[in-house]
């Protein structure tokens, strides 16, 4: 089990789209994201995920972490996901980071980081029974217009067994 657990945007947003951002409390207690995340998630548009997010922050369990250096160099990344990958590395615990962009996820297993992303929180939930049906919450996801490949669909599913 990770001892620190970071999120990029993607994974906030996603969870909150389908009233399932208090799982990561739930299955990680305290998750962390980098200040350039809390800005993107965090824009002052109205959106419902904002104000989810802002619960999650008040209830403490959700919290910004302050910047670090700026190394190692990440190229091809936006500020969240180098953000991320920085802090993860900077960590002396295991770090799991939540990312859902292929090339921040490539990014950070190259440098042996442990990385799940939507899909495989989702999975979690429905493995801890927080809840009935996965296939349902991916189905709500998708209406959002939140978009998570078929194939890695399919896959979190057999894992659960639906």
């Known amino acids: 089990?990770?001892?620190f657990v970071l999120s990029d945007a993607s994974p906030l947003i996603a969870l909150a789209r389908v009233e399932g951002l208090a799982?990561?409390?739930?299955?990680?207690?305290?998750?962390?994201?980098?200040?350039?995340?809390?800005?993107e998630?965090?824009?002052?548009?109205?959106?419902?995920?904002?104000?989810?997010i802002h619960a999650a922050l008040s209830a403490d369990w959700l919290a910004v972490h302050a910047?670090?250096?700026?190394?190692?160099?990440?190229?091809?990344?936006?500020?969240?996901?180098?953000?991320?990958?920085?802090?993860?590395?900077?960590?002396?615990?295991?770090?799991?980071?939540?990312?859902?962009e292929r090339a921040g996820r490539a990014l950070a297993?190259?440098?042996?980081l442990r990385v799940a992303g939507t899909a495989a929180v989702i999975g979690m939930a429905k493995s801890r029974g927080l809840?009935?049906?996965?296939?349902?919450?991916?189905?709500?996801?998708h209406a959002s217009d939140f978009r998570i490949s078929p194939t890695v669909i399919e896959t979190v599913l057999r894992r659960v067994g639906e």
């Open 1 to 3: 089990m990770a001892g």
């Open 131 to 141: 809840v009935p049906s996965a296939r349902e919450v991916f189905a709500r996801l």
């Open 23 to 39: 799982w990561l409390h739930t299955l990680f207690g305290k998750v962390w994201m980098p200040e350039e995340v809390w800005r």
């Open 67 to 100: 910047p670090t250096p700026d190394e190692p160099p990440l190229p091809d990344l936006d500020e969240g996901e180098t953000a991320c990958i920085r802090i993860a590395l900077a960590q002396a615990t295991p770090t799991l980071l939540l990312m859902d």
């Open 41 to 52: 998630v965090l824009p002052g548009q109205g959106f419902a995920e904002e104000q989810a």
């Open 109 to 112: 297993s190259e440098h042996g």
